[in-house]
């Protein structure tokens, strides 16, 4: 069965870097556009960063700058970077899959805390 897991939530200070992965089983995630998104409580689950199968990446204009979303097609694993975190930064962090035929898979979540 095909999943998505993702790690490296934490708790951290302003400031501060993180970086997610989020790891797929299956043996086509190189076809795959990878997304990150997040929920902060009581707000609905928005896109952050977005990675094509071909590599280009897009990113909301709240991360721009700071975060980088990158894929390793070997390790069948997307990453996020999260650098200057910020205290609205803080969110459960998704990942989601996207394959050519419109079907989607998402990760079971976790969380980043920003928090002094």
């Known amino acids: 069965q095909m999943q998505l897991v993702e790690s490296g939530g934490g708790n951290v200070q302003p400031g501060g870097s993180l970086r997610l992965s989020c790891v797929a089983s299956g043996n086509i995630f190189h076809i795959w556009t990878m997304d990150w998104y997040r929920q902060a409580p009581g707000k609905q689950r928005d896109l952050v960063a977005r990675?094509?199968?071909?590599?280009?990446?897009s990113y909301a204009a709240s991360v721009k700058g700071r975060f980088t979303i990158s894929r390793d097609n070997a390790k069948n694993t997307v990453y996020l970077q999260m650098n200057s975190l910020k205290p609205e930064d803080e969110a459960v962090y998704y990942c989601?899959?996207?394959?050519?035929?419109?079907?989607?898979?998402w990760g079971q979540g976790t969380q980043v805390t920003v928090s002094s």
């Open positions: 989601k899959s996207l394959d050519p035929w419109g079907n989607a898979l």
């Open positions: 990675i094509t199968s071909g590599g280009g990446s």
